[in-house]
């Protein structure tokens, strides 16, 4: 129950918990329009009219699942709900056309949500503030932060959220349907794998993945049945007969230094360096086919899921 009552020049909504000042003179048009359109109520056959009355009274009947659409429109897009956008989404999770999960989509992948351009930090602390109902803690974001930088998409982090038991706290609360979110992308298949090519663009290329050659690599070694081959495979004649490689015009020794960091992880000594040095004469095809086949690498590879 609400109650209207004058105070001074304007009037006060006084309801648990809710008490909100309005400064404008109001009449019952002005009234009933607010517990509607702000309060989400419904206006009773015996409401009393302002005027002539010292007080008003109504009641609030709140539909959970609309409740649960502004808090999605609070916590992702931190504004108020507009009037078309509140009604449409509350009818389809109303009439399961939908579930909260393809609402959590919507609202992430959402043109207005895009043109916000948020950090990986902003994009994070909202999946907490959404999903989880809290601020990020400093090793969960990190942890993250870290999936990001190393080639998972953020509809892969939306995913996981999804899936956490506090989200299905809420959807329970808001009597809505969890449901799933899906992440199509080839990188987002296996953690190791994606996190292994975006080495390779580091190691090999000096640079950042892109995300189309990115998800050209993971879909070629997820193809094969023996991914150790083909992650090998992708690493020596791949990146390294890449055309972007190539057009480096690298010198032997800086390759075979490129050799060392990619597929030993250290930088190289002096004796190896001579000796590399000598057996380039055969070829760098026969380099690669050294250094690929070394126990280092297969423990890389280990590393990251690929046996």
């Known amino acids: 129950t609400y109650i209207l009552q004058q105070a001074g020049d304007g009037y006060t909504m006084f309801g648990d918990p809710e008490v909100v000042d309005i400064y404008d003179e109001p009449d019952s048009e002005f009234t ?4 509607v359109e702000k309060l989400g109520g419904e206006i009773p056959a015996e409401y009393e009219g302002i005027r002539g009355q010292g007080r008003i009274k109504f009641v609030d009947q709140e539909d959970p699942i609309r409740s649960f659409v502004t808090r999605l429109y609070d916590k992702c897009l931190e504004r108020e709900p507009d009037a078309e956008g509140l009604t449409d989404w509350t009818n389809k999770l109303a009439n399961k056309e939908i579930t909260a999960a393809d ?12 043109n916000l351009n948020l950090s990986d930090d902003e994009f994070v602390e909202r999946c907490y503030q959404t999903m989880l109902n809290r601020k990020a803690d400093a090793n969960g974001k990190k942890y993250w932060m870290d999936k990001l930088a190393k080639g998972m998409s953020r509809d892969y982090i939306l995913k996981n959220f999804v899936q956490s038991n506090e989200f299905g706290n809420i959807c329970a609360e808001y009597g809505v349907e969890k449901g ?15 996190e292994f090519v975006a080495r390779c663009y580091d190691k090999v290329l000096g640079r950042k993945y892109d995300v189309a050659g990115l998800n050209y690599w993971c879909e070629k070694i997820l193809s094969q049945a023996d991914k150790k081959a083909a992650a090998g495979d992708a690493a020596s004649k791949g990146f390294f007969t890449s055309n972007e490689y190539v057009a480096k015009n690298a010198s032997d020794e800086d390759f075979i230094k490129t050799c060392y960091r990619t597929f030993l992880d250290r930088e190289a000594e002096a004796q190896g360096l001579a000796f590399w040095k000598k057996e380039i004469a055969k070829g760098r095809e026969h380099v690669l086919k050294g250094f690929a086949s070394s126990n280092e690498f297969a423990k890389i590879m280990a590393r990251y899921g690929i046996q």
């Open 32 to 35: 009933e329009r607010y517990v």
């Open 180 to 194: 799933a979110i899906e992440a199509p992308e080839a990188r987002d298949q296996n953690e190791g794998i994606t």
């Open 103 to 114: 609402a959590v989509s919507g609202f992430f992948n959402s043109t207005e949500m895009k």
